[in-house]
């Protein structure tokens, strides 16, 4: 059985930094492009980060440019997505998930809130 | 950047009726297009990908159309499931982006 499960996410400060984790297991990681979409409560989805299947290349939303990256260890199975500088506007629901190709695969989310 | 413009915003249907839901991206972004669905509180679901593949266990009255900037999902007929918020994504280039999704009430 596939699963992703995402930790990590929690109250921080604005300015602070965060790491959140994407647990991988029942596929692949190393033969799978992954990617973040997060999604304030009541809103739309929101393409933040992705990473190609090898590590080499990787993506972002330009309201999370220079502030995030996004990492993989294909050994550990895991995802991160390492963000500072956090801003209120970040708050939302992040997802570690598979957007493309013939399987569709989430993990449950983890809650982000940037406040003071 | 491709912008992703979906339409209707919002609209009501009945079980049993035929909904179609379009998305059109501002330039040419072949058939990399997928299609979403969102129940509230629940994780995102991916229907369709490579705008008319139909993922596994995804029921058959789900269909996507369409290549270029224009594309479709249809509901051939609509069940008491099926009402949730719908999204689009292009993943012809970088930045990838959503459509503002479209919600399917009773």
């Known amino acids: 059985e596939v699963q992703l499960v995402e930790s990590g996410g929690g109250l921080v400060q604005p300015g602070g930094s965060l790491r959140l984790s994407c647990a991988v297991s029942?596929?692949?990681?190393?033969?799978?492009?992954l990617s973040w979409v997060r999604q304030t409560p009541g809103k739309g989805l929101e393409w933040v980060s992705s990473i190609s299947a090898s590590g080499d290349n990787t993506y972002y939303a330009d309201s999370v440019k220079g502030r995030f990256t996004i990492s993989r260890d294909n050994f550990k199975n895991s995802l991160y997505l390492q963000m500072n500088s956090l801003r209120a506007e970040d708050t939302a629901v992040y997802y570690c998930?598979?957007?493309?190709?013939?399987?569709?695969?989430w993990g449950h989310g983890t809650l982000l809130t940037v406040s003071s | 950047d491709v912008q992703m413009t979906q339409s209707p915003s919002a609209m009501s249907a009945s079980v049993g009726d035929r909904v179609t839901i379009t998305c059109r991206a501002s330039q040419d972004i072949r058939n990399y297009l997928a299609w979403f669905q969102q129940k509230p509180g629940k994780v995102p679901r991916r229907l369709i990908y490579?705008?008319?593949s139909l993922l596994s266990g995804v029921p058959s009255r789900f269909s996507g159309s369409g290549s270029g900037t224009e594309f479709t999902l249809t509901i051939s007929s609509l069940q008491p499931e099926d009402f949730a918020t719908y999204y689009c994504l292009q993943h012809k280039s970088y930045p990838i982006t959503f459509g503002q999704g479209t919600r399917l009430e009773i």
């Open positions: 029942g596929f692949t990681l190393s033969s799978n492009a």
């Open positions: 998930a598979k957007l493309v190709g013939a399987y569709d695969y």
């Open positions: 490579d705008a008319s």
